[in-house]
């Protein structure tokens, strides 16, 4: 016989599984690819949560610190990010610069912006359509940034815990 609380932990690596492949898959303005995409677990869902309690503390932002608890109360946290790496279009202006040779290095393309959004919104379908509880959480990203947990061209970033209880860890908050 087996037991779903048995089975929960490879439920949630399927499903976070799944939304990697979702948010890879996910449209791409121009048709290039800028995300990086990884998920974490275990020991390492304690490492993001320390970092997050440290920026809670740093900055006096609280939702920091109530994140942390939503990480620890996970099995996985998918990660999402994407470089800022100018379209090259000689007409865009989204960005608030008259085209990609004008915009300054460290502001984000928003091209990429916009991938990565819609591959945040496809890797959160594939949770929902298996019925995996899920929050995107920039708060998760901050961390994963100053930890270095993404190679040195991802500039923005996502992260997006999962859960598998009767009662979402992320709904009351």
Excluded: H, W
């Amino acid at each position: 016989m087996l037991y779903e609380t048995e089975t929960r932990l490879r439920f949630l690596e399927n499903v976070g599984i799944a939304m990697m492949g979702a948010a890879r898959t996910a449209p791409k303005g121009k048709g290039r690819d800028t995300l990086e995409i990884s998920m974490l677990s275990g020991k390492e869902l304690e490492g993001v949560a320390a970092e997050m309690k440290k920026i809670a503390a740093e900055k006096n932002m609280p939702g920091f610190e109530r994140d942390a608890g939503n990480v620890l109360a996970s099995s996985f946290v998918v990660l999402i990010g994407t470089a800022i790496k100018p379209a090259g279009l000689a007409q865009c202006s989204m960005c608030g610069f008259a085209n990609c040779g004008e915009k300054p290095a460290q502001v984000p393309c928003q091209i990429n912006t916009a991938d990565l959004g819609i591959a945040i919104g496809s890797a959160v379908a594939a949770a929902a359509d298996n019925r995996a509880d899920c929050r995107v959480m920039y708060t998760i990203g901050q961390a994963a940034l100053r930890m270095k947990l993404f190679g040195p061209s991802i500039a923005v970033a996502f992260g997006i815990p999962l859960s598998c209880t009767s009662k979402s860890p992320f709904f009351d908050r």
